[in-house]
């Protein structure tokens, strides 16, 4: 991996601290990563967003991790999804810019909250490609995604129940990963997100 810096990006509510992990090479475009519910402890310092991060940085992305609101040095205070979106979109909107990948990929990625954060975010923004993990379906509406998206989740998972996904993914004729023992953290299996993710690009 390259530089990784920790910055504040100027958001509807405040700052939005955000890491950025930067390719060695010129990059192919931007991977937005985000957390897990943060009322439950989750942070763009959480394990499976770290992995998710490094594994585009791998891949050539710049891979921008924000803490939402409340969290960390980000303003605000939690909004069950709705000023998390906008959130998001300011941070992609600041690094598009910055980094001058405008036209280049938009790839966006969640764990748990995340992930119906990012099915938001995907509503109002041109995504390439979208990489959900632990998607949580029991925390709200989750929307359709892309038939191309990398789905992953645990066979054992008892916070998102499996079978709740599977039903929010059939309609969709979506495909889903599921790795076998895998809890909602993913214990001792982070390096198979990894793979998976190498693996389907």
Known sequence: MGLSERTLIPGPAGAIETVIDMPADAPLGLAL?????PLYGGTLDNKVVQTLAKTFVELGYIAARPNFRGVGQSAG????????TDD????????????DVGGKALVLAGFSFGSLVQSRVALQIRADRMVFVGTAVTRGKVEAIAG??????????????????????????????????????????????RNIIRQAW
């Open 148 to 193: 191309d998206s990398i789905v992953i989740h645990g066979e054992k998972d008892d916070v998102v129940p499996l079978e709740l996904v599977l039903q929010w993914a059939e309609p969709q004729e979506l495909p889903v990963v599921v790795i076998a023992g895998a809890d909602h953290f993913f214990h001792r299996r982070l390096h198979l997100i």
């Open 77 to 84: 205070a939690h909004d069950e999804g709705r000023g998390e």
């Open 33 to 37: 990563v985000a957390h897990p519910h």
């Open 88 to 99: 998001l979109l300011a941070v992609a909107k600041a690094l598009r810019a910055r980094f």
